[in-house]
């Protein structure tokens, strides 16, 4: 793989997509807007990655665009409207994409159900892409991946192959990711229900 052959600056460019346009039918409620200390889940995701450093950080949204557009209206980020989201994650994967200046050297995918995310692991993915110049990084929760991951922009072509209610790990095949090991739990939990949304509250200040 190219990573063997070259070393990457710590001064390129990582950009973050985060992926805010699920319709969240088994949630029953759009889970970019639940609450996380004050403020929706979306614009804490937003927030997070602009604390870190990321840039540009693109927001994808779907589902009741207006809604989640005017939760980080205020911020420092771009919202990119989605028109096919209901065709699946591989959709805004790919609007995100391409909503990147040319010059962005990496992007890193962060979840709108996922405000638990800290910024220190943000920067562990970005410091693991500097030393190591893999084409994929990911935290690694007992033992297997989690989100958010790191994608080096030689593989953004790939995405366009994906079709349907993928993201990246469909590339992890191709592209074995390089693990960083995560001795935090709660990052790999994701809010499909009103019983993760609690689960996610209880472990609340530990994460933050």
């Not at 989640?68 to 980020?77: C, F, I, W």
């Not at 349907?164 to 990711?177: I, K, N, S, T, V």
């Amino acid at each position: 793989m190219s990573h063997k052959n070259r070393s990457v600056s710590s001064s390129e460019a990582v950009a973050a997509v985060v992926l805010a346009a699920g319709g969240a039918h088994r949630y029953g409620e759009l889970k970019q807007l639940l609450d996380w200390n004050g403020q929706p889940f979306v614009r804490k995701v937003a927030n997070t990655a602009l604390e870190a450093g990321l840039s540009p950080v693109i927001i994808v949204t779907g589902a009741q665009h207006d809604v989640v557009r005017q939760a980080v209206v205020d911020l420092p980020v771009k919202v990119v409207y989605n028109p096919d989201w209901q065709k699946g994650q591989s959709t805004s994967v790919k609007a995100g994409l391409r909503a990147l200046p040319p010059q962005c050297k990496a992007n890193i995918f962060l979840l709108a159900d996922q405000p638990q995310i800290p910024t220190q692991l943000l920067h562990s993915l970005m410091e693991a892409y500097t030393k190591t110049a893999f084409p994929v990084i990911a935290p690694q929760v007992k033992g297997h991946p989690a989100n958010p991951v790191l994608f080096d922009h030689s593989i953004f072509p790939d995405f366009e192959k994906i079709t349907g209610d993928m993201g990246g790990r469909a590339l992890f095949e191709r592209y074995p990711p390089y693990l960083i090991p995560w001795s935090e739990p709660t990052i790999a939990i994701d809010v499909d229900t009103a019983s993760d949304y609690r689960d996610l509250l209880r472990y609340k200040g530990d994460a933050e």
